[in-house]
């Protein structure tokens, strides 16, 4: 009888994932978070003004949107794009905010907002090609970039320009490589909103780029201070069929850990997108898109309230921040985020700095760096934790800076 030959592992070896696994990179704030965790459980008192979460609950008819869907048998599988409801009610609150008109045929639900840039630097990022991106930015832009192998172009996003992007300096970058420009305003790390302006001067140069597809990353949309008002991609019809919307729930309702986002996808982009749900999630959690769905059509005044709350924090962490010393911090638009200049403070490396606060002053900060290399000289700071130990935390680093010799 013939028998199979058994191939035995080679001695020593371990498995390792494709080359692209190692181009991958990580999100520090769940590093930091991490961090800050473990030394609490040692029992520091630690203040964690790193990771973007509001600290609200969410709201309760919400949460009581998605009991009764439980209650009410949705135990299964949804449409992989989303509840048809849902996706109307996506429409009906763009039109709402905006009055503009969006297909729900083209809008897809999804398990958080990274599901979005994951599927579009997915689907146009290869070899060869480039992708633009603001830098400082979010850094799973540039993780999902070079995991694809396409090239990543950092968009430089200065305080001088209020931390908005440049649009000459946005489409001098362009070559007829670039695939996808990914946007942000409001943004994280920076707090920054792109004038009005400029996204008018960008969207008229990029007339001349017909074959670059568009990532607006909206998820801030929300919060905006100072009379600011948000400027949707969606306003501009000449760019709406290479238009790619990322928005969500986690921010604007307080449900972070619902994991839910919606996209809207350009007609070339929608059938890709739909199939790549099909064979990587599925649907999403079908009683979680009751809830949302009862966040798009219940009150909004809990929006409101949480908004004029970070306000307050806003204005509490910027005159905090220009009062210690070394620290110069430009008021920021939009998001819940600070993004202080630390360059008379003599520390020649953000990340050490943030590193030595957390350590020595029990303070959870970002290194600017965590977000590009342009965000040197800098540390992330959110807001998104209460007035009182915001207070606690800019006392503890005006004790440190005006203590610890710079490194």
């Known amino acids: ?61 919400i949460v009581e949107a998605a009991i009764k869907a439980l209650r009410d048998g949705h135990h299964g599988y949804t449409p992989s794009t989303g509840i048809a409801p849902l996706r109307e009610a996506v429409a009906a609150d763009v039109h709402r905010r905006f009055g503009e008109e969006i297909d729900p045929g083209r809008v897809v639900i999804v398990p958080g907002g990274k599901v979005t840039m994951f599927s579009a630097i997915l689907m146009l990022g290869e070899p060869g090609a480039e992708i633009l991106y603001p830098d400082p930015g979010f850094p799973i832009y540039r993780s999902m970039i070079e995991f694809t192998g396409a090239k990543p ?35 994280n790390p920076t707090g920054g909103v792109t004038p009005k302006a400029e996204i008018d001067a960008l969207v008229a140069g990029l007339a001349r780029h017909p074959h670059v597809v568009i990532l607006s990353d909206e998820i801030y949309d929300q919060f905006l201070f100072d009379g600011e008002a948000h400027t949707t991609l969606l306003a501009y019809p000449e760019i709406r069929d290479r238009l790619i919307l990322l928005n969500g729930w986690s921010k604007t309702y307080a449900m972070t850990g619902w994991r839910l986002g919606w996209s809207l996808w350009p007609v070339g982009l929608f059938e890709p997108m739909r199939k790549l749900a099909v064979n990587a999630w599925s649907c ?20 409101g309230e949480m908004v004029a709350e970070f306000d307050r924090r806003r204005k509490l962490v910027v005159d905090g921040l220009n009062a210690l010393p070394g620290i110069s911090c430009a008021t920021p638009k939009g998001a819940f985020y600070a993004f202080p200049n630390i360059a008379g403070t003599g520390w020649s490396s953000a990340k050490k700095l943030a590193s030595a606060l957390l350590d020595e002053a029990g303070v959870a900060t970002i290194g600017g760096p965590d977000f590009g290399v342009h965000g040197e000289g800098y540390i992330h700071l959110s807001y998104a934790n209460s007035a009182q130990n915001i207070s606690r935390a800019l006392d503890r680093m005006a004790e440190f800076l005006a203590q610890a010799r710079a490194a």
Request: proline content about 11%; some cysteine.
């Open 153 to 187: 172009v950092p968009v430089p996003i200065r305080e001088e320009n209020g931390f908005g992007f440049s649009a000459e300096e946005t489409l001098a970058l362009i070559t007829p490589r670039t695939r996808l420009l990914i946007l942000n305003s409001p943004a």
């Open 284 to 303: 999403v959690n079908a009683p979680a898109q009751f809830g949302a769905l009862a966040a798009l059509t219940g009150p909004q005044d809990c929006v």
């Open 1 to 61: 009888m013939t028998q199979t030959a058994k191939i035995a592992p080679a001695a020593g070896l371990r498995p390792q994932p494709v080359e692209a696994f190692n181009r991958i990179g990580e999100e520090n704030a769940f590093a930091v978070l991490a961090r800050a965790t473990a030394l609490a459980a040692e029992g520091r008192d630690i203040v964690n003004l790193g990771i973007g979460q509001p600290d609200f609950p969410t709201p309760p008819h």
